[in-house]
């Protein structure tokens, strides 16, 4: 079996090292390339041959995501395998979206990062357990949103900003005791527990 042919892409030198020395203890997997940015991987893949180019989601320049979209229109037949320490649950929907195989965290232990190379070297798709639930919450919280009524759509939008219940009264022309109602319900529907954590959903949710 042909060992497979990686081009790591990060901005950060150190970083950089210290991957080609734990890909090092990798079987079957060969080092083949670096870049500091996605365009100087897209000069060096040519050459290199990569079958898996591992890159940074946030780097100067050219970053993760225009590096995943260049690659599906230049090497689609080339998986990208994002490795950053950014818990970002946008970022993955757009990276994933833009055609990337898998999304790992920095701290992902040597031997997953061994099998997630393999994985989608042969087609499959990689995502962190930890941002898997980010995705399954960002979801969900979409879901809800689309059972909302208009009043409370407006009542979320004003409660993500940090707006009291007195406050959104005074602003959408309602009783104080009504906005506590469509807070309630809003709790309810989005399934979260607490006034901070649906202000921090919705806010997500409604792109504020």
Do not use: C, W
């Amino acid at each position: 079996m042909n060992e497979i042919r990686v081009v790591i892409v990060d901005d950060h030198e150190f970083l950089r090292r210290g991957l080609k020395l734990v890909f090092e203890t990798f079987v079957g997997v060969e080092l083949v390339g670096e870049a500091g940015d996605g365009r100087e991987a897209l000069a060096v893949i040519p050459a290199a041959e990569p079958d898996v180019v591992v890159t940074d989601a946030r780097m100067p320049g050219m970053d993760g995501l225009a590096l995943v979209r260049a690659m599906a229109d230049a090497h689609p037949e080339i998986p990208v395998l994002v490795l950053t320490t950014f818990e970002d649950a946008e970022l993955v929907g757009a990276l994933i979206d833009a055609g990337a195989s898998g999304y790992l965290l920095k701290d992902v232990g040597a031997e997953r990062l061994e099998e997630s190379i393999h994985a989608v070297a042969e087609g499959g798709l990689v995502l962190d357990p930890r941002i898997a639930m980010h995705l399954r919450r960002r979801d969900e919280a979409d879901d809800a949103l689309a059972v909302l009524t208009a009043t409370e759509r407006k009542v979320g939008a004003l409660v993500a900003q940090g707006a009291t219940n007195t406050e959104i009264a005074d602003a959408l022309h309602l009783a104080e005791g009504t906005v506590k109602n469509h807070v309630s319900a809003l709790l309810r529907k989005i399934g979260v527990r607490d006034r901070t954590n649906l202000a921090l959903t919705l806010a997500k949710a409604l792109g504020h």
